[in-house]
């Protein structure tokens, strides 16, 4: 058994520009792609351009809190958040500020005035 392979009898005779592809160029004047735009914007066909994309404003919202909680308090948190129908970080905010003016504590209600502002 001999380790030479089949040739596949190919040739020098084989012509692969054909396999290139055709360009094709086309020049449209100005005034015909003028006439091409509006004609596609008659017919319904709008531009393709980007759209102008909003810059997303900054939330004050930024530090994360990780809290450790006991059985069923994260539950009655987000159960409280979904009956006012607001999120859970605004809850925390006026569960903070009611126990501040609970206590009494006028000096850290001051700074957290001065914080959610």
Do not use: W
Request: charged share 40%; net charge positive; aromatic share 6%.
């Amino acid at each position: 058994m001999g380790k030479e392979r089949a040739g596949l009898d190919l040739g020098e005779d084989l012509d692969l520009t054909v396999f290139t592809p055709k360009t094709h160029t086309r020049h449209d004047s100005e005034e015909e792609k003028y006439a091409i735009k509006q004609s596609a914007e008659q017919s319904g066909f709008i531009s393709r351009e980007p759209r102008i994309r909003r810059r997303k404003p900054v939330s004050p919202y930024k530090i994360q809190l990780n809290l450790k909680v006991r059985d069923g308090i994260k539950e009655l948190f987000q159960d409280l958040g979904e009956r006012l129908h607001v999120h859970d970080k605004t809850v925390f905010e006026r569960a903070l500020l009611a126990l501040l003016e609970k206590e009494g504590q006028s000096d850290l209600l001051q700074r957290y005035r001065e914080i959610v502002k």
